[in-house]
C-alpha cells in the first residue's frame, strides 16, 4: 500500500515538511484545517509514508456496512455524536491502558466551516499527560506540515496562542481561511 500513497502523494505534488516524534510512544496530533473528504486518503497517505502508527475517530455511522470493516482496518474508532458520551475520558482510558497509542483528530469535529474548534483534543491531553502534535494540510502549497510536540499547561487561553502560531495562515481544500482558534 506504501507504493500507491507514495505515487498518489508524488504525483499529486505534495510534500510533507516536519516529521511525527519518533521517540515518544503516545500523543495525540491534531490535524487542520479539515474541509474535504480529500484530508482522509491525504491523511492515510502521509501515515504510510513516514512509517508510523496511528489511530482516528469517525463517526459510528461510518464503521456500518458495507464499508465499516475497512474504517476499522484503518485504524478507526467509531464515535456516537448524538450526545454527551464522555468522550475524553474514554479516550483517555485507552491512552492510559496502552503502552503505545497515537490518535488523529480533526478539532473543528467536521468537514464544514466552524467558528471554533472542539476542545476535547486539548483535555484528552491534559489529562492524558501527553503531547499535541499539530500537524496542518495547506491546500495552496501542497504541504503536510508538522510541529514538534507541544505539552498543553492546562491554560488553554495561553496555549492557544502556540497553536494559532501554525495554523494562522493554512488554508483548506474548499475554503481559503483556517477556523479561528475561539475556544473560550
Known amino acids: 500500500m506504501r507504493f500507491l500513497y507514495s505515487f498518489f502523494f508524488k504525483n499529486a505534488g505534495w510534500k510533507i515538511n516536519g516529521d511525527v516524534p519518533r521517540d515518544l510512544k503516545k ?15 491525504l491523511g492515510l ?10 489511530n482516528y475517530l469517525g463517526k459510528k455511522e461510518l464503521f456500518r456496512p458495507p464499508f465499516g470493516w475497512l474504517f476499522k482496518k484503518l485504524g478507526g474508532y467509531p464515535v456516537d ?19 503505545q497509542f497515537v490518535i488523529a483528530i480533526a478539532p473543528e469535529g467536521t468537514r464544514k466551516k466552524v467558528t471554533k474548534w472542539k476542545t476535547g483534543f486539548y483535555h484528552i491531553a491534559v489529562k ?7 500537524a496542518a494540510f495547506d491546500y495552496p502549497s501542497k504541504t503536510v506540515f508538522f510541529n514538534s ?10 496555549d492557544v496562542q502556540v497553536m494559532e502560531k501554525l495554523y494562522k495562515d493554512k488554508m483548506g481544500k474548499t475554503r481559503g481561511v483556517t477556523p479561528i482558534l475561539s475556544l473560550s
Do not use: C
Open 27 to 41: 500523543y495525540i496530533i491534531v490535524v487542520a484545517p479539515h474541509t474535504s473528504n480529500w484530508d482522509f486518503l
Open 45 to 54: 497517505a502521509v501515515r504510510s509514508i513516514l512509517k508510523f502508527p496511528s
Open 81 to 99: 455524536r448524538s450526545g454527551s458520551h464522555n468522550l475524553v475520558d474514554q479516550v483517555v482510558d485507552i491512552y492510559n491502558k496502552e503502552d
Open 128 to 134: 492524558a499527560k501527553i503531547p499535541i502534535v499539530m
Open 149 to 158: 510536540p507541544f505539552y498543553p499547561s492546562g491554560i488553554i487561553s495561553e
